[in-house]
């Protein structure tokens, strides 16, 4: 299990960007699988984007050339750069960490660790 602590979401217009954060409590970027899912109200929990331990990276079609993730393995900190975000973007953001080693997917039981989620709201 890794805790992992999301930050970085707000409020923000259409058109407009936001940095989320996710530092994890021990190191995992070496051997586990990384990722975002957001709930919007009334919705499942969806696959965002992950990167796994090579650094190899998958998107949902919705975000691609828009968000864009990473890690500074020297910090375990995970991020999601969102740009040019549009109100179908509204939801709870989740941070996740691979449930096994060397293992990535877009399911959310490719995933063992869960951070609290934050909110990420853009107003039309």
């Known amino acids: 299990q890794v805790h992992l602590v999301e930050s970085g979401g707000g409020l923000v217009q259409a058109g407009g960007s936001l940095r989320l954060s996710c530092v994890a409590s021990?190191?995992?970027?070496?051997?586990?699988?990384m990722g975002w899912f957001r709930q919007a109200p009334g919705k499942e929990r969806d696959f965002v984007a992950s990167i796994n331990w090579s650094g190899a990276t998958d998107y949902t079609d919705s975000v691609k050339g828009r968000f864009t993730i990473s890690r500074d393995s020297t910090k375990n900190t995970l991020y999601l750069q969102m740009n040019s975000l549009k109100p179908e973007d509204t939801a709870v953001y989740y941070c996740?960490?691979?449930?096994?080693?060397?293992?990535?997917?877009?399911?959310?039981?490719?995933?063992?660790?869960w951070g609290q989620g934050t909110q990420v709201t853009v107003s039309s």
């Open positions: 996740a960490a691979g449930r096994f080693a060397y293992r990535s997917g877009r399911r959310e039981a490719d995933f063992g660790s």
């Open positions: 021990r190191r995992t970027f070496n051997d586990l699988a």
